[in-house]
């Protein structure tokens, strides 16, 4: 076993065993605290003496009262510990981790959409867990010790505190996906960009205002692949409008997250994937979840550590004579799913954050990353043993066959079925199994989006007529030195740096030369191209960027802090802009599509334009999390001119001990290694 990878290993296996060690990290901040309630130095150095190197009683009765007032300090002490403030580096007894409860992805049926802004606050601990949620058991860190993580639900407008302290074993950061950050770029959570991780044992406050956007979002985290680990979670934002703006009427309103699902660490999986030889051959997930439940036959997989007691399929309760929201999250890290529920139609009224008018359709393809809302409408006489709702991997972009794989999930949809056992496992006697039929055509085999192109925003926002730059990137992977196979943007391929950011290297750039141009580049003075490619501008300018996929597989790019407008798309080598026919012909600019992550089929591009206008360092890559992770992204540093430095807690974050763990490994670790 490689050394790095054994001190992952013995590092998982501390966690373990942490609470094997409570009860010596409860001495030591005993020990601590009672230094600290000392007032005089003269009193330490005698309450110290006492409790390390105590003299020999002269009089039993002093033995006696010397063993009292021990015993009184650690009783205070006990009852500080519950209910005091944790020190860096002391154990925390660990709750015991479970599964989210299915209503808790149900939205608040009474929300005020028209309230005053406030300030909503959060408290969240991330800690290192094993569970089960299909069945098999792995490591996995979770906020408040249950998966998946909670729902934020806010109006816009509103402040978001999110108070987050790391008692996992890695360092972390939270992302908040597809919001703008406008002002707060520095809470944007990406590490090596506009981030530095939270390290172990450390806390952040992260705090935001919503303006601006409204919808289904989400979080997860930013370092390495830990979002496949179980830190994810939705978001949705209310808008005064929303009723408004979303055509077809429903009553309940519920999140449903879509998930591939590993049973080995990521940590591993990356190390096996990054390796040289590897050839882009991406793990492949054996297994799948809807709103992180599935029920996996353990007798199909003797070599797990396997038990489905307890658990059930994932159940969607729904009223039968009103129509039901469902915000649809793909938040894997590889697969994209097609989605169905069987003998129903449903509408399509929102992508990534922007409504559309309804287009009516029975499967919807959704890549990791993507949101998607649809109307599910009751039929005229419910089954009452409900219907299936099918998640199937779509594994045709998938590099080798896994024998653990179980490419589809199913959830059960039922109506009124408040006289059934809520949550009762499907087929186990407690619930009638449904006997609903599939769709009769065949499944979409080819990884690439849902067809988007009549789909159309409810609200109008015309798209500029003209680019003030244009970016033509190549997306590939190539295998270089030490037969690495990593992912590149022209001749880029990135490498973050958890202890120095973008955003602080552009702050410190700034300070010394005054910035205030107005233009825009790829900025080769304070970044290395070849492992950081940044594109800067000043002032406010339209960038249109045509992305190339030299290969075989799909990818959503995301870029965060915008959303941009998909102009156009196609198989092949995209047209030149000033060849005929040109790129530019049959371009609508009207009303097109506006969204932040879209994907680009196999060998094939896309043109998508926005408005730098959002001062910021803003990441643009490949959302399939192993991709990101071997390089496929660069960083659009916007108005830098405008960027405000950042308070200094979020630099002080940089300079902790641990910062750096859990970052995955640089290319250095594979010299000279062939196999």
């Known amino acids: 076993m490689h050394r790095d990878k054994a001190v992952r290993m013995k590092e998982i296996s501390r966690a373990a065993q942490m609470n094997e060690e409570e009860q010596v990290g409860l001495l030591r901040e005993n020990y601590e605290d009672l230094e600290q309630s000392v007032e005089s130095k003269d009193e330490e150095d005698t309450f110290t003496e006492k409790l390390v190197k105590p003299r020999r009683p002269q009089r039993y009765w002093a033995k006696s009262c010397v063993v009292l007032l021990l015993s009184i300090c650690t009783l205070v002490l006990i009852v500080h510990w519950y209910r005091g403030p944790r020190k860096r580096g002391t154990a925390v007894p660990s709750a015991q981790a479970k599964l989210r409860s299915e209503d808790d992805y149900i939205l608040d049926p009474s929300w005020d959409f028209n309230a005053a802004p406030i300030t909503r606050e959060f408290s969240w601990i991330i800690q290192d867990h094993e569970l089960n949620p299909d069945g098999v058991y792995r490591p996995m860190m979770l906020i408040n010790s249950t ?6 639900e806010v109006n816009e407008h509103d402040e978001v505190i999110v108070h987050v302290h790391n008692r996992a074993t890695n360092a972390t950061s939270i992302h908040w996906h597809g919001l703008y950050q406008n002002g707060t770029v520095h809470m944007d959570g990406t590490v090596g960009i506009t981030n530095c991780p939270i390290a172990p ?10 303006t601006g956007q409204s ?17 994810v979670g939705p978001l949705v934002i209310h808008s005064r409008q929303e009723k408004e703006l979303q ?51 353990c007798t199909a997989l003797p070599g797990r550590n396997c038990s489905t007691h307890g658990l059930s399929n994932a159940l969607f309760s729904l009223p039968s004579n009103e129509s039901t929201r ?15 529920v069987d003998e129903h139609e449903f509408s399509v009224t929102e992508v990534d954050g922007t409504n559309v008018h309804p287009q009516a359709i029975h499967r919807l393809n959704i890549n990791p990353a993507q949101r998607y809302s649809i109307v ?11 219907y299936w709702m099918r998640a199937r991997m779509v ?14 999930v199913w959830g059960v949809v039922r109506y009124d079925t408040s006289s059934l056992v809520s949550g009762g496992k499907v087929g186990g006697g407690e619930v009638e199994k449904p006997r609903s039929r599939d769709w009769p055509e065949i499944i979409e085999v080819e990884c690439r989006d849902l067809n988007t192109t009549t789909l159309q925003p409810v609200e109008v926002v015309r798209a500029p007529e003209k680019a003030d730059d244009f970016i033509y990137l190549r997306s590939s992977f190539q295998i270089g030195n030490w037969r690495l196979s990593r992912g590149f943007l022209n001749e880029s391929s990135w490498r973050g740096n958890a202890t120095r ?16 141009a107005v233009g825009a580049g790829f900025d080769m003075t304070n970044f290395d191209g070849k492992t950081q490619m940044v594109y800067t501008t000043h002032g406010i300018r339209t960038i249109d960027i045509l992305i190339q996929n030299m290969d075989d597989g799909n990818h959503p790019f995301h870029l965060h802090g915008y959303k941009f407008w998909v102009l156009k798309q196609g198989k092949g080598y995209a047209p030149q802009p000033f060849s005929t026919p040109s790129l530019y012909d049959g371009i609508d600019l009207i009303n097109p599509l506006r969204r932040d992550t879209a994907s680009i089929e196999a060998y094939g591009w896309m043109l998508i334009r926005f408005v730098a206008d959002n001062p910021g360092a803003w990441a643009f890559h490949c959302h399939i999390g192993w991709h990101n992770e071997a390089g496929l992204g660069i960083v659009f540093a916007t108005r830098v001119d405008e960027i405000r430095e950042v308070p200094a807690e979020v630099r002080d974050m940089c300079e902790v001990e641990g910062v750096e763990k859990g970052m995955g490994p640089e290319d250095s670790l594979w010299e000279g290694v062939w196999d």
């Not at 450390?202 to 919503?210: G, K």
């Not at 469902?326 to 169905?340: C, D, M």
């Not at 950011?501 to 205030?516: F, G, Q, R």
């Open 147 to 152: 998966f998946p993580g909670p729902l934020i």
């Open 395 to 408: 594994t045709h972009c998938f590099a080798y066959e896994n024998p653990e794989m179980e490419e589809e």
């Open 326 to 340: 469902l915000r649809i999250i793909n938040v894997g890290a590889f697969a994209e799913f097609s989605l169905q």
């Open 247 to 297: 055509e077809v009427q429903y009553k309940q309103d519920r999140v449903v997250l879509l998930s591939d699902h590993y049973y080995d660490p990521s940590p591993e999986l990356l190390m096996q994937y990054l390796a040289p030889g590897s050839e882009n051959d991406e793990p492949v997930p054996p297994s799948a979840h809807i709103n992180g439940r599935n029920v996996r036959n």
């Open 501 to 516: 950011t973008v955003l602080h290297t552009l702050l410190d750039s700034n300070k010394a030369t005054d910035i205030d």
């Open 215 to 231: 919808g289904t979002y989400w979080y997860h985290s930013h370092v390495s692949m830990q979002a496949s680990d179980g830190l």
């Open 201 to 210: 044992g450390q806390s952040f406050t992260y705090r935001f205002n919503v």
């Open 376 to 386: 599910l409408s009751p039929p005229s006489e419910p089954k009452g043993e409900g």
